[in-house]
Nanobody, 121 residues
């Protein structure tokens, strides 16, 4: 069974930081790009970041460039999203997902339950 468990969300003030963690199991993790998307109530899903299976190719959405950093540990089947300089507009449920490849327009394959990030002004 494919499982992607996101954690690390919480309530933080504007300008604060959080680190999200995605633990993957049940599939050949090393063959997939892994990424994050977010969705706020009443808004469309938004791609946040993605990292290729090797870690050599990385994508960031325009709204998070320069503030978020994605990384992966292929020994632990884990992907991290370091989020700095958080803004109220970053408030959303964040999901980690599998991708065939990273890039603008890439669509997620499998994803699990999200983790809520709330940024107060």
């Amino acid at each position: 069974e494919v499982q992607l468990q996101a954690s690390g969300g919480g309530l933080v003030q504007t300008g604060g930081s959080l680190r999200l963690v995605c633990e993957a199991s049940g599939f050949n993790y090393n063959e997939f790009a892994i990424g994050w998307f977010r969705q706020a109530p009443g808004k469309e899903r938004e791609a946040v970041s993605c990292i290729s299976s090797s870690g050599r190719s990385i994508y960031y959405g325009d709204n998070v460039k320069g503030r978020f950093t994605i990384s992966r540990d292929n020994f632990k089947n884990t992907v991290y999203l370091q989020m700095n300089s958080l803004k109220p507009e970053d408030t959303a449920a964040y999901y980690c997902a599998t991708y065939v490849g990273c890039g603008h327009g890439s669509t997620p394959g499998y994803w699990g339950q999200g983790t809520q990030v709330t940024v107060s002004s």
